[in-house]
T-cell receptor, first 112, second 112 residues
Framework: GENVEQHPSTLSVQEGDSAVIKCTYS??????FPWYKQELGKRPQLIID?????GEKKDQRIAVTLNKTAKHFSLHITETQPEDSAVYFC???????????FGKGTMLLVSP | DAGVIQSPRHEVTEMGQEVTLRCKPI?????LFWYRQTMMRGLELLIY????????DSGMPEDRFSAKMPNASFSTLKIQPSEPRDSAVYFC??????????FGDGTRLSIL
């Protein structure tokens, strides 16, 4: 089955800095790569996603890049704010939008 | 849009008791997913329904777990008998064929 590795497990930055979270996957047939943000005690919420036919996607302060050859993708958050503090999960699917395999998560802490 | 609705939000019960978790997907969505989240194992897919039919139940841990989707607007996840190691947050998510998954608020289950 699919194996998703996510790094780092924790990340501490100062407000205004950039944060980068990386994920690698094993199945070359994977074609859909979403990122979810989960605040403490809340549900995971989709923040950005990318399909395999696109190399990069941006939405205001967040962006995702995909390298299909190397089988890795990354989440980039610029100008971080304290409200960005949360656990971020990457996920991978090889069947469109259906079954997702999640990474173990990255706890991001943004200090004022 | 009411979102995915799960009940109960919290459940505390004794080992050996039957537990039933409930989920109402977003109206019009045709796929439904049950996940379990723990610190040790992260977010794990338990079972996935498409058009009310179970498609992939390979994540169901053992025969004590069962899930049903009698109609397009309701699903249950049942644990019988429950054990302390079943303690976790259980999330339900739904999606429309070519759209991302949306999660409910989860049920925090504690088995004493």
């Amino acid at each position: 089955g699919e194996n998703v590795e996510q790094h780092p497990s924790t990340l501490s930055v100062q407000e205004g800095d950039s944060a980068v979270i990386k994920c690698t996957y094993s199945d070359s047939a994977s074609n859909y790569f979403p990122w979810y943000k989960q605040e403490l005690g809340k549900r995971p919420q989709l923040i950005i996603d990318i399909r395999s036919n696109v190399g990069e996607k941006k939405d205001q302060r967040i962006a995702v890049t995909l390298n299909k050859t190397a089988k890795h993708f990354s989440l980039h958050i610029t100008e971080t704010q304290p409200e960005d503090s949360a656990v971020y999960f990457c996920a991978v699917s090889n069947s469109g939008y259906s079954t997702l395999t999640f990474g173990k998560g990255t706890m991001l802490l943004v200090s004022p | 849009d009411a979102g995915v609705i799960q009940s109960p939000r919290h459940e505390v019960t004794e080992m050996g008791q039957e537990v039933t978790l409930r989920c109402k997907p977003i109206s019009g969505h045709n796929s439904l997913f049950w996940y379990r989240q723990t610190m040790m194992r992260g977010l794990e897919l338990l079972i996935y329904f498409n058009n009310n039919v179970p498609i992939d139940d390979s994540g169901m841990p053992e025969d004590r777990f069962s899930a049903k989707m009698p109609n397009a607007s309701f699903s249950t996840l049942k644990i019988q008998p429950s054990e302390p190691r079943d303690s976790a947050v259980y999330f339900c998510a739904s999606s429309l064929s070519d759209q991302p998954q949306h999660f409910g608020d989860g049920t925090r289950l504690s088995i004493l």
